[in-house]
């Protein structure tokens, strides 16, 4: 396993990812680290992680949707 240092200096991806008749809204933190991927409980969207993201600092990459009838989806 690698450990990177240095924090990343790309700004987030968001958007909408086509899925058979959907699109969730999808956010990307393109971090330099492990990927980890937050689920959603039944009534939660992107917005609930907020916290969880921005503790970890920036050594992970942060992957959050909106579930179908969710947020932007």
């Known amino acids: 396993m690698t450990k990177h240092s240095a924090a990343s200096t790309r700004s987030p991806?968001?958007?909408l990812v086509p899925?058979?008749?959907?699109?969730p809204a999808v956010t990307d933190t393109d971090g330099?680290?492990?990927p980890v991927l937050?689920?959603?409980?039944?009534?939660?969207t992107q917005s609930y992680w907020q916290r969880?993201?921005?503790?970890?600092?920036?050594?992970?990459?942060h992957l959050t949707y909106d579930m179908r009838a969710r947020g932007r989806s």
């Open 13 to 15: 991806w968001t958007g």
């Open 19 to 23: 899925v058979d008749d959907t699109a």
């Open 32 to 34: 330099p680290g492990i």
């Open 38 to 44: 937050h689920l959603n409980g039944h009534v939660a």
């Open 52 to 61: 969880a993201i921005a503790e970890p600092g920036p050594g992970r990459r």
